[in-house]
T-cell receptor
Framework: DAKTTQPTSMDCAEGRAANLPCNHS???????VYWYRQIHSQGPQYIIH???NNETNEMASLIITEDRKSSTLILPHATLRDTAVYYC??????????????FGSGTQLTVLP | DTGVSQNPRHKITKRGQNVTFRCDPI?????LYWYRQTLGQGPEFLTY????????KSRLLSDRFSAERPKGSFSTLEIQRTEQGDSAMYLC????????????FGPGTRLLVL
């Protein structure tokens, strides 16, 4: 699976947009980009995923660059409850590949009041 | 649909004892994964099932670890002769095969081996 690179930590003011970058320069054409987050002492929570196009759901937006080598997760109006470790993961689409998620170290996002 | 559940949520045991954890996946999901997470690290894959078949095991899954999913529904993870290094959060996730196959995680079982 392609490796991902994320900043170790970021701060964001409450009510502002949080933009979390992820570099996945070795991604192949049949790999999805997934984002999960993990609030302290809880299980990881699925946020969003995408292949080529930008995606939006009730939690966040995912912007994938045209060359697919990087992406940005956007939390439009961060709240204190969004403080968590955010993981960017790339994962193959096809069934013959490894199915597990490979987590890196993630980005610790701290939303400040 | 209540999501993935895990029991117990916390377990304290003495070194050398056996422990067993249970995971109940989302009902229509045919795949079930086990991960382990130590302090300050991201989750690491241990093993996964498709229905009742165990399809892959990580090198992390030593011979003291065994996982089952006998009827393709709930799963158990047993650790025999626990060691202090087994102290970790054990996470279960489930998914439905096909397409992007999003995995949904349970709350985890935190194990402390004294």
């Amino acid at each position: 699976d392609a490796k991902t690179t994320q900043p170790t930590s970021m701060d964001c003011a409450e009510g502002r947009a949080a933009n979390l970058p992820c570099n996945h320069s070795t991604i192949s054409g049949n790999e999805y980009v997934y984002w999960y987050r993990q609030i302290h002492s809880q299980g990881p929570q699925y946020i969003i995923h995408g292949l080529k196009n930008n995606e939006t759901n009730e939690m966040a937006s995912l912007i994938i660059t045209e060359d697919r080598k990087s992406s940005t997760l956007i939390l439009p109006h961060a709240t204190l409850r969004d403080t968590a470790v955010y993981y960017c993961i790339v994962r193959p689409l096809w069934e013959g590949s490894a199915r597990q998620l490979t987590f890196g170290s993630g980005t610790q996002l701290t939303v400040l009041p | 649909d209540t999501g993935v559940s895990q029991n117990p949520r916390h377990k304290i045991t003495k070194r050398g004892q056996n422990v067993t954890f249970r995971c109940d996946p989302i009902s229509e999901h045919n795949r079930l994964y086990w991960y382990r997470q130590t302090l300050g690290q991201g989750p690491e894959f241990l093993t996964y099932f498709q229905n009742e078949a165990q399809l892959e095991k990580s090198r992390l899954l030593s011979d003291r670890f065994s996982a089952e999913r006998p009827k393709g529904s709930f799963s158990t993870l047993e650790i025999q002769r626990t060691e202090q290094g087994d102290s970790a959060m054990y996470l279960c996730a489930s998914s439905f095969s096909g397409g992007p196959e999003t995995q949904y995680f349970g709350p985890g079982t935190r194990l402390l081996v004294l």
